[in-house]
């Protein structure tokens, strides 16, 4: 543990003395070349040396999820339960193999990684939950946030994109708060209307539908008239906005990477949803996110 976490420390220190050296040898080398084709702008007297971007770690020690039902396995083990040993950043199932379990082993996983999402938590929630991240330390911070600020009783009371990206910059300086130093991992949105597409194709799920799920996107199921499939459309706009609120947030912190959209483009079919609701993730579901995350995490640099 001691090793792993001192990693990025120890690249950081690498790439400050690389800044400094090169500084020092500017008037000898160019190294601080200007307009004439240099590798930066020329520095006058005084000028501060540039601070080195930090490198990503693709192998942290430890991991924190934050988010809402999908990251607590809601109805992924039984109808209207929360199921956390099967989410796709923390838990422990062997099928699933979380994102902590992929990166951590099996006891690691379950001795440094935690789970602080709520089942139901929108954007606005967001910053409490970083504040409970941020306590822990992390190496890595799993986010998943976002589907139920569109997920609401009618489309007059989602979320503001405004409001969205305020919170979403809010949670990110709580964390900063706590720690500066922690990766973040950032998910899109998924692609709520695809699973209306999908899911709707069972009737035992859209009698649970029924019972409140996501009315925004679900509410008569199978109307297709002009007024359900405008409101439709609205709910589908929306997500889009809020994960170009999430990529533009997370580029302007150096250790913040978000999926590329990964999670919204992915096609979910019947078997990777919930048995119950068919609407949430099931056991395969969960482990199809955690295959992204955890593709996303390791790869040499963020998605394009």
Same mark, same amino acid.
């Given at each position: 543990?001691?090793?792993?976490?001192?990693?990025?420390?120890? %690249?950081?220190?690498? +790439?400050?003395?690389?800044? &400094?050296? *090169?500084?020092?040898?500017?008037?000898? @080398? /160019?190294?601080?070349? $200007?307009?004439?084709?240099?590798?930066?702008?020329?520095?006058?007297?005084?000028?501060?040396?540039?601070?080195?971007?930090?490198?990503?770690?693709?192998?942290?020690?430890?991991?924190?999820?934050?988010?809402?039902?999908?990251? %607590?396995?809601?109805? +992924?083990?039984?109808?209207? &339960?929360? *199921?956390?040993?099967?989410?796709?950043? @923390? /838990?422990?199932?062997? $099928?699933?193999?979380?994102?902590?379990?992929?990166?951590?082993?099996?006891?690691?996983?379950?001795?440094?990684?935690?789970?602080?999402?709520?089942?139901?938590?929108?954007?606005?929630?967001?910053?409490?939950?970083?504040?409970?991240?941020?306590?822990?330390?992390?190496?890595?911070? &799993?986010?998943?946030?976002?589907?139920?600020?569109?997920?609401?009783?009618?489309?007059?009371?989602?979320?503001?994109?405004?409001?969205?990206?305020?919170?979403?910059?809010?949670?990110?300086?709580?964390?900063?708060?706590?720690?500066?130093?922690?990766?973040?991992?950032?998910?899109?949105?998924?692609?709520?209307?695809?699973?209306?597409?999908?899911?709707?194709?069972?009737?035992?799920?859209?009698?649970?539908?029924?019972?409140?799920?996501?009315?925004?996107?679900?509410?008569?199921?199978?109307?297709?008239?002009?007024?359900?499939?405008?409101?439709?459309?609205?709910?589908?706009?929306?997500?889009?906005?809020?994960?170009?609120?999430?990529?533009?947030?997370?580029?302007?912190?150096?250790?913040?990477?978000?999926?590329?959209?990964?999670?919204?483009?992915?096609?979910?079919?019947?078997?990777?949803?919930?048995?119950?609701?068919?609407?949430?993730?099931?056991?395969?579901?969960?482990?199809?996110?955690?295959?992204?995350?955890?593709?996303?995490?390791?790869?040499?640099?963020?998605?394009?």
């Amino acid at each position: 543990m001691p090793e792993r976490s001192s990693r990025r420390r120890i %690249r950081t220190a690498i +790439a400050t003395l690389t800044v &400094a050296v *090169c500084a020092g040898a500017a008037v000898l @080398t /160019g190294c601080t070349g $200007g307009p004439d084709g240099g590798t930066g702008g020329a520095a006058g007297p005084g000028s501060p040396s540039p601070s080195p971007t930090p490198v990503w770690d693709a192998s942290p020690a430890s991991v924190a999820a934050v988010g809402d039902s999908i990251t %607590r396995g809601f109805d +992924a083990c039984s109808v209207l &339960a929360d *199921c956390p040993e099967v989410s796709w950043a @923390t /838990g422990t199932d062997e $099928g699933v193999r979380s994102l902590a379990v992929r990166l951590l082993g099996a006891s690691g996983a379950a001795s440094h990684s935690w789970n602080h999402a709520v089942s139901g938590a929108r954007m606005a929630q967001l910053p409490e939950q970083m504040a409970l991240a941020g306590k822990e330390k992390p190496e890595l911070v &799993a986010v998943m946030i976002g589907a139920n600020d569109a997920c609401r009783d009618s489309v007059d009371i989602m979320t503001p994109v405004a409001d969205f990206r305020a919170a979403f910059e809010a949670s990110m300086r709580q964390l900063r708060g706590a720690a500066p130093e922690a990766q973040v991992y950032v998910s899109s949105v998924p692609d709520l209307k695809r699973l209306w597409s999908t899911g709707r194709e069972n009737p035992l799920g859209k009698q649970i539908w029924k019972l409140g799920i996501c009315r925004s996107m679900l509410g008569d199921a199978d109307d297709m008239g002009a007024a359900a499939v405008a409101r439709r459309n609205t709910v589908q706009e929306r997500v889009v906005a809020y994960n170009g609120a999430l990529r533009d947030v997370c580029a302007e912190d150096p250790l913040c990477r978000y999926d590329g959209g990964a999670v919204f483009d992915y096609r979910f079919t019947g078997e990777q949803l919930s048995q119950w609701d068919w609407f949430h993730p099931g056991r395969n579901g969960q482990a199809r996110l955690a295959e992204i995350a955890y593709r996303n995490v390791t790869a040499s640099g963020p998605p394009a």
